[in-house]
């Protein structure tokens, strides 16, 4: 095939192709995704479903040019105007992240694209980074890092008092770029506020005070700068409750590179410290002379693994609702 022809390549050229094809091969289906780590997520979503009548490619969304990201995915391959899909269809789709688009439910033009398309899916939550960082998988993710089962820290307890502490604030991030004042608040500012410096082991509640004290501030200001708003603020709140958002997941919907890299992965590069630190001291304590110990501790830390790689290869997310709601997506969209 052309590099031309597959530039062009559609959803009815695929489905022709399928069609073509001895009755005992598999249909093919097309899933474009934004980038190279989205290849990997969205084969967790979609392996489930193949068989011997159907599989699935995963792809980024040009063969022939280096294009990357959400817009890329939606403008090539979804029309404008009409409400129909361009090259998407029954055997291509387009698996993207949610950003606040799945929030803004249909308010924007791209986010009438996600929640409104058949052939589109999305995350739920923000970004594949935040099923990356789903808390009930955070203590595997140290385990594969470390190799040390002790579980020092409740990684499930904190991220849910740290969700608490963001929601207000989250309310009010969702509720600017529904109603066209994200200028006045921005999704920076929000991340500015909710960052958690000074955490430590030793005390990580305290990270959680002083969190809620700057949302409290910010909280306060925002009343202020908007003073009529509240009914809006509590109708926002009450259909993000209704989206599947509570006060304990908040940092699902957050900006996932944001909790990735300034929330999550701070947190258990700590926590994997402190891990490594336990068996190094048990390997020195316990080892009969230095030739055992050196080779022991060599063996060791040729075992341990990169803390970020193991957190962008960890699947514990499976287990989420939110990736369970995908899967379900899907499900209806192969009947």
């Not at 597959?6 to 094809?21: F, G, M, P, Q, T």
């Not at 392996?47 to 040019?65: A, C, I, Q, T």
């Not at 509720?175 to 955490?199: C, L, P, Q």
């Not at 590179?257 to 929330?263: E, K, L, S």
Request: positive net charge.
């Amino acid at each position: 095939m052309s590099s031309r022809l597959k530039d062009n390549i559609n959803s009815r050229y695929v489905e022709a192709a399928n069609s073509l094809a001895s009755k005992s091969a598999r249909r093919r289906i097309i899933a474009y995704v934004e980038s190279y780590d989205d290849i990997f997520f969205w084969r967790t979503v979609l392996s489930r479903f193949e068989d011997d009548k159907r599989f699935f490619e995963v792809m980024l969304p040009s063969h022939k040019k280096l294009q990357r990201g959400k817009k890329s995915v939606l403008m090539n391959f979804i029309r404008d105007g009409h409400g129909t899909d361009g090259v998407l269809g029954h055997d291509m789709i387009a698996c993207v992240d949610a950003d606040y688009d799945y929030l803004l439910q249909g308010i924007t033009p791209q986010s009438k694209k996600i929640v409104e398309s058949p052939y589109v899916f999305h995350t739920y939550c923000y970004a594949i980074e935040n099923f990356q960082c789903y808390a009930p998988s955070l203590h595997n993710v140290c385990v594969m890092v470390t190799l040390n089962d002790h579980a020092i820290f409740d990684f499930v307890d904190y991220l849910t008092k740290y969700s608490e502490a963001c929601f207000p604030l989250f309310v009010w991030s969702v509720w600017a770029y529904r109603t066209g004042n994200y200028s006045h608040f921005t999704m920076s500012d929000y991340n500015r506020v909710v960052d958690i410096g000074g955490f430590t082991l030793q005390n990580p509640l305290k990270s959680i005070e002083h969190l809620r004290s700057k949302v409290g501030k910010k909280v306060k200001q925002l009343q202020m700068l908007f003073p009529d708003e509240k009914a809006s603020y509590l109708k926002v709140k009450a259909d993000l409750k209704t989206l599947g958002v509570t006060p304990q997941t908040t940092y699902l919907y957050m900006q996932g590179h944001h909790v990735f890299d300034t929330v999550v992965a701070p947190i258990v590069s700590k926590v994997c410290n402190r891990l490594r630190q336990e068996r190094e001291n048990e390997i020195y304590h316990t080892a009969i002379h230095h030739t055992q110990r050196r080779n022991e501790m060599s063996c060791y830390e040729n075992s341990i693994q990169d803390i970020r790689q193991m957190m962008k290869k960890n699947v514990g997310y499976m287990q989420c609702p939110l990736f369970v709601r995908i899967q379900q997506d899907v499900e209806e969209y192969l009947k």
